[in-house]
């Protein structure tokens, strides 16, 4: 059975980087089959799509937080991690891992920004 789970601090001051980490078990990070992915929820609106990483290692952004968003992983410890700098409190959210394409997620984890 694959689980993901999300990691990392529930409060990040403004400017500041985001810094996530998904620990998976019961798959490799280096899947052949499925990209590994950053996905996130503010608070009364929909799901976005941040960023990906597949098999081969290269990392996928969505193009609006492309020039601020850094996805890459530790095969050794089989996590991967998300990096998002220069935060606002327009990126508080419940942020959440998953292995798109199977439908399997992390539970999520709520990020604030805020001084």
């Known amino acids: 059975q694959v689980q993901l789970q999300e990691s990392g601090p529930g409060l990040v001051k403004p400017s500041q980087t985001l810094a996530l980490t998904c620990t998976v078990s019961?798959?490799?990070?280096?899947?052949?089959?499925?990209?590994y992915s950053w996905i996130r929820q503010p608070p009364g609106k929909g799901l976005e799509w941040m960023g990906a990483i597949g098999y081969s290692g290269t990392p996928y952004f969505s193009p609006s937080l492309k020039s601020r968003t850094s996805v890459f992983r530790d095969m050794t410890k089989n996590q991967f991690y998300l990096q998002l700098s220069s935060v606002t409190p327009e990126d508080t959210a419940v942020y959440y891992c998953?292995?798109?394409?199977?439908?399997?997620w992390g539970q999520g984890t709520q990020v604030t920004v805020s001084s």
């Open positions: 998953a292995r798109l394409g199977s439908g399997t």
């Open positions: 019961g798959d490799s990070v280096r899947s052949a089959e499925y990209y």
